[in-house]
């Protein structure tokens, strides 16, 4: 069979293929799209969780009773995965159980770049990078084989550039035949392996430290690392994408190709680089292997500064090995040219706008998020003030109110997403009922995990299946945590909102109000787009400061004024609200 496939969906049919009977993962992009595929498969159980860290876990106990388990997560989520994962490193598993991250150069959709290379060396397990969408699917296989045969979890590291990018992928489509599939699994107890008290974890960490040498020396013969001959007064060590982009800009140099990136093979390394003229490392990121070439007394080329910012392209790649930098055609540069910018945008009709204006009406400032409303940073309303990682807006918001003077105080409030506050904000609201520490919350529930494609989660009722099942209350939740006042409230009504936020801030104590309004993505109700009346309209500009894409400000004898668009309106008459003129007024039906 032949299929053209992202390296995602390949991932997905290598899990398939390998026998996974369970995989588990909360989405993140360039991730998310393996799980989705996976719950397309018979046979497996597929579930989105709370965060990476329960996702892991859960993996663990089913890799413990002898399954196979795909864990999936990007590059930050392995963050949150850590703690589990370097104590997994000494118990090691029973069914094969691959993590896979996705690193995210570049930060096209992410908040950092980091390079997970180094969770392979601090966690002391094995790690494979694939170059392309064949090599997703066969090394997810290999990295089953692997886990099982040393008793450990395997890293499976991709990057947003494998994750979306579709190849030819062939493969015959039936799982393979083995433990993981077709047979009752069970659990046998072996405290010394899986529980990790000081007493067993010290003899663990011997075994780790055995298996490390143990994989180093298998690394030397292994092909998942592969010499490819040919002439050139230089040769390349490299892996993942980056060993497309030397292929394509220096087809004929030797190339040593790091499938396994994890230990590396020394000996393999030094015997390439005794046989070539200059030694080029070509990785993105962090100068990871060009360290350690380093550290095996190795002289690689020096690598300029600028190559730890960002995406590698063969123009960036040609630029480091001194060779001709490829052009492209005169036509394809002139389209790329004529393509116009698309800076992010909140949609017409979003929830979250009406939020934010009303934050920035009060003089408010918002410690924001990780997700799609974190989008409030960006002019007009340009109202979120901190963004680090996934939960810690009211963590930030508890520690501004501790020291910030009494007048500034009471102007801090935390905004959190639906999704990411069952990923990780409840901690951060028990944590300001329990020290006295106050705070508005606004938990901003559209009904889904927005920005990473509409993804469910405990408090959506649905599973990735599909399936019904128990929907968290928000509410319950922050009032079992202690919060007295909660309130949920609907972001388009602006003169309700604001009488909330001005009651619970005059309140001065832990306070949460939940804005649910589905995300429009999901409810695609419209109605008719407001009418304008460019006769009272007075060109004050404060429709435009909402921000929506809808709105266009188009000159009538010399002053803005605003047009809206009637395709993109969706008809939520926030506009109107905002209007004190009455020059935008809801048509009326629908």
């Given at each position: ?270 015997r390439f680089a005794s046989s070539v003229g200059k030694l080029y490392v070509v990785e993105e990121l962090d100068p990871f292997v060009t360290e350690c070439l380093k550290a095996m007394g190795l002289s690689p080329e020096p690598r300029d500064d600028s190559l730890l910012l960002g995406e590698l392209n063969p123009e960036r790649v040609a630029e480091q090995l ?165 309130s949920t409230v609907d972001p388009y009504d602006l003169a309700a909102l604001r009488a909330q936020l001005e009651d619970d801030l005059a309140a001065d104590e832990p306070a949460v109000i939940i804005c649910r309004r589905e995300c429009r993505l999901i409810d695609r109700k419209r109605k008719a787009p407001p009418s304008v009346s460019l006769e009272l309209c ?53």
């Amino acid at each position: 069979m032949r299929a053209l496939l992202s390296g995602n969906e390949a991932i997905a049919l290598g899990a398939y293929e390998a026998g996974v009977r369970v995989a588990t993962a909360y989405p993140g992009t360039p991730s998310t799209e393996i799980l989705e595929t996976v719950s397309t498969y018979d046979g497996i159980d597929a579930q989105w969780s709370p965060n990476e860290k329960v996702a892991l876990e859960v993996g663990m106990g089913a890799a413990f009773c002898g399954a196979r388990v795909l864990v999936c997560m990007k590059h930050v989520g392995l963050n949150v995965a850590a703690d589990p994962l370097m104590t997994l490193s000494y118990t090691g598993i029973r069914g094969g159980l691959v993590l896979v991250t996705a690193d995210d150069p570049g930060a096209h959709s992410s908040q950092n770049e980091q390079d997970n290379r180094h969770y392979a060396r601090l966690a002391k397990v094995p790690m494979l990078e694939p170059s392309d969408s064949q090599e997703a699917r066969d090394f997810t296989i290999r990295a089953f084989e692997l886990s099982e045969e040393w008793d450990t979890p395997v890293l499976l590291r991709i990057t947003t550039r494998i994750a979306h990018t579709k190849g030819v992928v062939v493969t015959d489509g039936e799982p393979v035949p083995g433990p993981a599939r077709g047979r009752d699994f069970h659990f046998e107890r072996e405290q010394p392996k899986l529980v990790m008290v000081p007493g067993y974890a010290r003899p663990r960490h011997a075994l780790v430290e055995e298996r490390m040498r143990g994989l180093a020396e298998w690394a030397e013969a292994t092909d998942l690392i592969r010499e490819e001959g040919g002439a050139a007064d230089f040769g390349v060590v490299t892996s993942g994408i980056c060993y497309q982009y030397v292929k394509e800009i220096a087809p004929d140099a030797p190339v040593l190709k790091l499938g396994l990136s994890w230990p590396l093979p020394a000996g393999r390394i030094a015997r390439f680089a005794s046989s070539v003229g200059k030694l080029y490392v070509v990785e993105e990121l962090d100068p990871f292997v060009t360290e350690c070439l380093k550290a095996m007394g190795l002289s690689p080329e020096p690598r300029d500064d600028s190559l730890l910012l960002g995406e590698l392209n063969p123009e960036r790649v040609a630029e480091q090995l001194g060779v001709p930098v490829p052009s492209a055609p005169a036509e394809v540069a002139e389209e790329a040219a004529s393509v116009p910018g698309r800076p992010p945008v909140m949609c017409p009709g979003c929830p979250h706008r009406g939020v934010y204006y009303e934050l920035k009406r009060l003089g408010l400032y918002a410690t924001g998020d990780i997700g799609c409303y974190t989008l409030g940073a960006l002019p007009p309303l340009s109202q979120v003030d901190t963004c680090v990682c996934m939960g810690a807006g009211i963590g930030h918001a508890l520690g501004m109110r501790k020291v910030l003077p009494p007048e500034q105080r009471r102007s801090v409030v935390a905004v959190i997403g639906d999704s990411t506050f069952v990923h990780s904000g409840i901690t951060g609201v028990i944590d300001g009922v329990y020290n006295g520490s106050g705070g508005l919350v606004l938990i901003l529930d559209n009904r889904t995990t927005a920005m990473t494609g509409l993804q469910d989660h405990p408090a959506t009722g649905t599973r990735l299946s599909g399936e019904d099942t128990h929907e968290l209350d928000l509410s319950e939740v922050v009032r079992a945590a202690g919060v007295r006042r909660v309130s949920t409230v609907d972001p388009y009504d602006l003169a309700a909102l604001r009488a909330q936020l001005e009651d619970d801030l005059a309140a001065d104590e832990p306070a949460v109000i939940i804005c649910r309004r589905e995300c429009r993505l999901i409810d695609r109700k419209r109605k008719a787009p407001p009418s304008v009346s460019l006769e009272l309209c007075r060109a004050c500009g404060m429709c435009a400061g909402l921000g929506c894409p809808a709105i266009t400000m188009t000159d009538f004898d010399g002053k803005a004024k605003p047009v809206i668009d009637p395709i993109l309106c969706i008809g939520c008459d926030v506009c109107c609200q905002v209007c004190q003129f009455d020059a935008i007024t809801p048509s009326e039906g629908d």
